[in-house]
């Protein structure tokens, strides 16, 4: 790796730097003005951006995605912070392997680690994650999520995309007839 290609992935880790900054600061300002006791059973201010569509409200996530595994009290808050710190450690390493050419993954990568080291530093420093972004869309209701997750499943999107470009692109390379090499016997006939 040459020191430009370390230059330019270095930028990838200054634009995670800023994702994750992004969301410890709108973190903060969802309990600053959504739940200064930082107790979500006291917490009942809503702010409606867009009425009945998108709305600030304070909740907690002990868990995973959707709250799942959010009973098992201090052992899963640890459990779950080791769990996402070696998953933040792997796409470290899997984002220095990357060959720079690569901007889709090392893109993807990037907020990937962001949107980890942002619920991480969440569940070690509070023991929860902050959440406070509410959709719905009339009665349909999308549990509340934060500006880590959003940079998880967009992280998430554009690795599966890449994946089903990759695939395409394989197989049109593989079917195309410029690809067939021909065989020098082919041209004699008997």
């Known amino acids: 790796m040459n020191k430009r290609d370390i230059i330019w992935k270095l930028a990838y880790l200054v634009i995670a730097g800023g994702v994750f900054m992004i969301d410890q600061a709108t973190k903060a300002w969802a309990v600053r003005r959504l739940c200064p006791s930082m107790r979500s059973d006291e917490c009942s201010d809503t702010v409606a951006v867009i009425p009945s569509f998108l709305s600030f409200a304070f909740a907690t996530n002990r868990g995973v995605a959707f709250s799942m595994l959010d009973d098992h009290g201090n052992a899963g808050r640890w459990g779950l912070s080791?769990?996402?710190?070696?998953?933040?450690?792997?796409?470290?390493?899997?984002?220095?392997?990357?060959?720079?050419?690569?901007?889709?993954?090392?893109?993807?990568?990037?907020?990937?680690?962001?949107?980890?080291?942002?619920n991480v530093t969440d569940r070690i420093r509070l023991g929860f994650v902050v959440d406070f972004i509410d959709v719905q869309f009339g009665s349909w209701h999308y549990p509340t999520f934060n500006v880590a997750d959003m940079a998880?499943?967009?992280g998430a999107g554009l690795m599966i995309i890449d994946i089903f470009l990759n695939k395409k692109k394989q197989t049109e390379t593989t079917s195309s007839p410029q690809s067939a090499v021909r065989s020098p016997q082919s041209n004699n006939v008997p």
């Open 82 to 118: 080791i769990v996402a710190l070696v998953a933040g450690a792997l796409v470290l390493y899997f984002f220095w392997r990357t060959p720079r050419s690569d901007d889709r993954i090392l893109g993807a990568l990037a907020l990937l680690l962001a949107g980890i080291a942002g």
């Open 152 to 154: 998880i499943v967009t």
